[in-house]
């Protein structure tokens, strides 16, 4: 199975004059549509077809989402208070047939790395990078390993 973690791009910040907003309301900044825009990019390019993709129910996550311009389910399960256990289950790890591109949040989903990788811990995944897990089958026993982190300064136009 392969499971692609998204974080999403550089969104607002919350500030003093936005506490009557809810954290899930910020949006993304200029620079984080285009750190979005350039992520997608490479994304779509090495995406199967087939791939689900899961988003938070935040607004800054579900922009994320729209620059990559395929169909995606918004899962409560994967949003600013979930864990590592509920992002994995909602992905159907590892029993899923498909690849899954989950589009979330930090520290989320850097616990979701440590917890698949054990080697790699209090993992911090930067605003628009891309983690790219795999996991095998081999004669004794699966194989996960990181197949690729990306980031949006890397992807050329």
């Keep these: ?14 500030t003093e004059d936005m ?3 809810v954290d ?17 990019l490479w994304l779509d390019s090495v995406l199967p077809h087939s791939c689900k993709i899961l988003v938070s129910p935040s607004q800054r996550t579900m922009q994320t989402a729209l620059a990559l311009g395929r169909k995606f389910k918004v899962v409560s399960e994967i949003g600013t208070d979930s864990d590592a256990d509920q992002i994995l289950a909602a992905c159907n790890w590892p029993n899923s047939r498909e690849p899954v591109l989950i589009i979330g949040h930090q520290p989320h989903l850097g616990d979701v790395v440590s917890k698949l990788i054990p080697t790699i ?8 990078n891309v983690w790219w897990i795999s996991q095998k089958d081999a004669e004794d026993a699966p194989t996960t390993f990181l197949k690729v982190v990306m980031t949006p300064e890397l992807v050329v136009k």
């Excluded at 811990?121 to 628009?128: E, N, P, S």
């Design 1 to 14: 199975m392969d499971l692609i973690l998204w974080r999403h791009a550089h969104a607002e910040a919350l």
């Design 19 to 21: 506490l009557h907003r």
């Design 24 to 40: 899930s309301e910020r949006k993304l900044t200029p620079k984080g549509q285009k750190q979005a825009a350039k992520m997608a």
């Design 121 to 128: 811990q209090d993992c911090a995944i930067r605003k628009g």
